[in-house]
Structures are given as C-alpha cells and as structure tokens.
C-alpha cells in the first residue's frame, strides 16, 4: 500500500458543487502540503500544515480551504467548484521543515469541473 | 522572493545517450536544498536526487547527476545513457531554510528518449 493515499484518483464534478479530496498517510510525517498541478506552470502550493493545530496559506489558496482532522489526515476542499480548478491535484508529506529532506506524494486526484 | 525556472518545456535525447535538463534558482535563503522529481505518464511524483547548498561535490545517484553551480545559481539535471523509460515529466525544486518546508517547483520539463 501508498504511505501517502488521495482518494477520489479522479473525479469529474458540475460547476458550484462542493467537492473533497482526502490525503491519509502512515509515514508518520508531522507536515503536509496540498498542490495542484496545471501544464507548464509546474506544482503550485494550495495550503500547509505543519501539525493539527497549525494549517497554512499556500500561494494559491483562493477558492479551497482545508481540514487537519489528525495528524495522518488532511482533507482540501472545493466549496463551489469551478472549470478553472480543473486540475491535478496532489498531497506530500515531509518529516520536518529541513530544507535537506524531499517531500512525499500521494498518486495524485484529477479533478474535472464542468 | 524564491523562483525556480526550467527554461526547456520538452527536449529528445536519443536512446544511451546523456541528456541534460537546465535548472536555474533564485533565493535569498543561505541555506537551501535543490531537488528534481520526475512524472511518468502515470502521474505519480518520483524523488530522484538532492543537492544541499552546502554540499561541496555535486550528487549523484546511479544515471542521475545534479550539476550544481552556485555561483551561478544553476542545478542542471543529467542523465546518462539514457533508457526509453526515462521519457516523462522532470521538475526541479527548492527548499528554502527559512521558508518553512516549503517545496516549489519549476515549470517542468517533457523529455522524451528516441529509440
């Protein structure tokens, strides 16, 4: 099994529905991220927390929020989708804040918004 | 600010040989680490190796190298002899020091290896 599992893979949704995708990991990594990924522009972060207690603005965040439930699990959430988050979208994991350690992803969730 | 750009959107190499993928940084954070992942067409991101901005000789791991010049704010990515399996998505990243985990990332490069 991943150590880092997204669900939904995919997803196709109508515009101004609510949608929600759910990270899990096992790592045990205190720090997760959520990015989303759109040709030629790279991974750009969405939010960031760095333990139950503290989550955080990525560069992107206008139209998400997010959920730390616990430390293994980190939920983002569309609250009225639109066709220009239409995207993949990925959750990584990080043992801390060291600028020496990689993050780890998930598989990824391709959302569609119609 | 920090900023990762890969200048090159899709290259070809031909299959065994090397193959060089351009990377260039820029950050105020005097100490960083630089990375390069890799997406099949599968989707999934793949670490394949990381320079720290203090590490005086360049990384290497199996086919992969990282051409650091810090000078020149530059971590190019080569792989040697290069296999058809090699064909996807490379993306460099940083880590800055102070940027709290933080990883960004570069526009990506499409490589594709001709048999």
């Known amino acids: 099994d991943a150590d880092v599992t997204q669900t939904p893979r995919n997803r196709i949704t109508k515009t101004g529905k609510r949608i929600m995708l759910e990270c899990s990991q096992t790592?045990?990594?205190?720090?997760m991220y959520w990015y989303r990924q759109d040709p030629g522009l790279g991974l750009r972060l969405i939010y960031y927390?760095?333990?139950?207690?503290?989550?955080n603005k990525g560069e992107i965040s206008d139209g998400y929020s997010v959920s730390r439930q616990a430390q293994a699990k980190f939920s983002l959430s569309l609250e009225s989708a639109i066709p220009n988050q239409t995207a993949l979208y990925f959750c990584?994991?990080?043992?801390?804040?060291?600028?020496?350690?990689?993050?780890?992803f998930g598989e990824g969730s391709r959302l569609t918004v119609l | 600010a920090q900023k990762i750009t890969q200048t090159q959107p899709g290259m070809f190499v031909q299959e065994k040989e090397a193959v060089t993928l351009d990377c260039t940084y820029d950050t105020s954070d005097p100490s960083y680490g630089l990375f390069w992942y890799k997406q099949p067409s599968s989707g999934e991101m793949i670490f394949l190796i990381y320079q720290g901005s203090y590490d005086q000789q360049n990384a290497t791991e199996g086919r992969y190298s990282l051409n650091f010049q810090k000078a020149r704010k530059s971590a190019n990515l080569v792989i040697s002899a290069s296999q058809l399996g090699d064909s996807a998505m490379y993306f460099c990243?940083?880590?800055?020091?102070?940027?709290?985990?933080?990883?960004?990332f570069g526009q990506g490069t499409e490589l594709s290896v001709k048999p």
């Open positions: 990584a994991t990080s043992r801390d804040g060291a600028y020496t350690g990689e993050l780890f």
């Open positions: 990243a940083m880590r800055g020091g102070n940027q709290g985990g933080k990883l960004i």
């Open positions: 790592k045990g990594h205190d720090r």
């Open positions: 927390s760095f333990d139950v207690k503290d989550i």
